[in-house]
C-alpha cells in the first residue's frame, strides 16, 4: 500500500496541532519520542488540513 500520510519525524516538534484538528482521528503524538505519528492512514480525508496547519512543514499528505 502507498503512504498516504508522510511525517517527517526530524521537523516534527510535537505540538499536536494536527491531532487535534484531524477530523478521523488518526493522528497522534508518541509519548515516547514526543513526535507526531499516524494510525490508519486509509480513513485520511486528503483534505490536507495537517499539512496547513503544521508551522514546520513536517508532514505531508500524498
Ligand atoms: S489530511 Fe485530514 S484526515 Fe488526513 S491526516 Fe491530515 S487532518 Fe487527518
Ligand atoms: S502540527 Fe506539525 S509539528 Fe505539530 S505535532 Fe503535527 S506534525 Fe508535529
Redesign the pocket.
Known amino acids: 500500500m502507498n503512504k498516504i500520510v508522510i511525517?517527517d519525524e526530524s521537523?516534527?516538534?510535537?505540538?499536536?496541532?494536527?491531532?487535534e484538528l484531524c477530523p478521523k482521528k488518526i493522528?497522534y503524538?508518541d509519548k515516547a519520542t514526543q513526535?507526531?505519528k499516524v494510525t490508519d492512514e486509509t480513513k485520511c480525508d486528503k483534505l490536507k488540513g495537517?499539512e496547513r496547519?503544521?508551522?514546520?512543514q513536517?508532514?505531508k499528505i500524498v
Not at 516538534?13 to 491531532?19: L, P, Q, R, S, T
Not at 496547519?53 to 514546520?56: H, R, W
Open positions: 511525517i521537523l516534527c516538534i510535537g505540538c499536536a496541532k494536527c491531532v493522528l503524538i513526535k507526531c495537517c496547519i503544521c508551522l514546520v513536517a508532514i
